[in-house]
């Protein structure tokens, strides 16, 4: 009787252990601190481990991948199904080795360490972009209760607070604050400015993101981001379930043969389907090639323009996997 399956629930000091043996009998459960984990792996044999895709499972994966096993992380989403009843650290176990031997099960490629090193960097610079706004909004809305009000955008930040050091009417103890939350400001844009830095030295260095990067719309920013989290882009069949994995296709309610379509499912990562969405609104005010374009000129006609912008982003997803997986530039087709 020997393992061939285990279902391994993360925590941050006590994981849950569930094994099976190539029928499905039950050969082990057992709870492991986390120092004791590493050593339980090395002393079994090679066997298909199945972990969720949650903090901390890219990490675990790389070191059991180490020691010859067969590792795939699995969407939390897709584990809930197999839950029996209770919620519980041994209930989750036994859910997540049932659900890594379903066939058509899909899986999370397994990140390395340089890719994860690389969404450190866009993570961290979206925090920082975050709180900028977080100042600058802080800001505005104090200088307004002294009366000092201007145009919106952070580029006029500084225009405002040269206006409440030139105003004397603002007190001093509050011109003080202000200058201080000005002195943040100015820190976190020169983070902003330092990690965009690294971000755009190591696209330079990466063949995949500078190929993505000849896509109009993105930028070394969201050719890294791509390039960082897409692991294996073969894992996806098609551009259409690259895009659906994103969450910019339509969300379906079709039945007896009708077909319903509804708004995008805004599923699958948050931050790239922004800057895609983002980086395709670029497209439609400055490119020329799409005010040339007839598709994109139809769909304004009679759709707004954050609607065009999500379509447009979802045929940019499209372009992206045929890139990564072709390996090739891309080439702009000339619209007659």
């Known amino acids: 009787m020997e393992i061939t399956t285990i279902g391994l629930d993360l925590a941050k000091h006590v994981f849950q252990v569930h094994g099976v043996d190539v029928v499905g009998t039950v050969i082990e459960k057992r709870r492991l601190r986390r120092g004791q984990v590493l050593s339980y792996f090395a002393n079994l044999p090679p066997c298909r481990v199945g972990l969720e895709a949650c903090a901390t499972a890219h990490f675990w994966a790389r070191e059991l991948c180490r020691l010859g096993h067969d590792v795939r992380l699995i969407p939390p989403q897709y584990v809930k199904a197999y839950l029996k009843r209770g919620e519980n650290d041994a209930a989750d176990a036994a859910a997540i080795c049932e659900a890594v031997t379903r066939p ?9 360490e340089e890719q994860q090193a690389v969404l450190v960097m866009h993570r961290s610079r979206d925090l920082l972009v975050r709180q900028r706004t977080q100042l600058i909004n802080a800001l505005r809305g104090h200088l307004a209760e002294f009366g ?3 145009a919106q955008g952070p580029s006029h930040i500084r225009r405002l607070l040269e206006s409440m050091r030139a105003d004397r009417t603002v007190p001093d103890l509050a011109r003080e604050i202000l200058d201080l939350m000005a002195a943040t400001l100015d820190a976190v ?14 696209h330079k260095a990466n063949p995949t993101s500078q190929r993505l990067a000849t896509i109009p719309g993105i930028g070394p920013l969201i050719a890294s981001a791509i390039t960082a989290t897409v692991a294996d882009p073969a894992s ?42 983002i980086g395709a609104q670029t497209v439609l005010l400055r490119s020329k ?19 065009v912008a999500v379509a447009l982003a979802n045929k940019t997803a499209r372009i992206v996997w045929a890139v990564m997986m072709r390996g090739d530039r891309y080439r702009q087709v000339a619209v007659a």
């Open 189 to 202: 844009d020169a983070q902003i400015g330092s990690i965009e830095v690294r971000i755009t030295a190591w």
């Open 104 to 112: 058509s099960m899909r899986f999370v490629p397994i990140k390395s």
């Open 148 to 150: 000092l009000i201007e």
């Open 289 to 307: 090639a799409a005010k040339a374009n007839p598709w994109i000129q139809a769909l304004l006609a009679r759709c707004a323009r954050l609607k």
């Open 236 to 277: 996806f069949r098609s551009g259409r379930e690259f895009a659906a994995w994103l969450g910019l296709t339509p969300r379906q309610k079709s039945t007896g043969g009708k077909q319903r379509l509804g708004r995008i499912t805004r599923k699958g990562d948050q931050y790239l389907r922004r800057l895609l969405i």
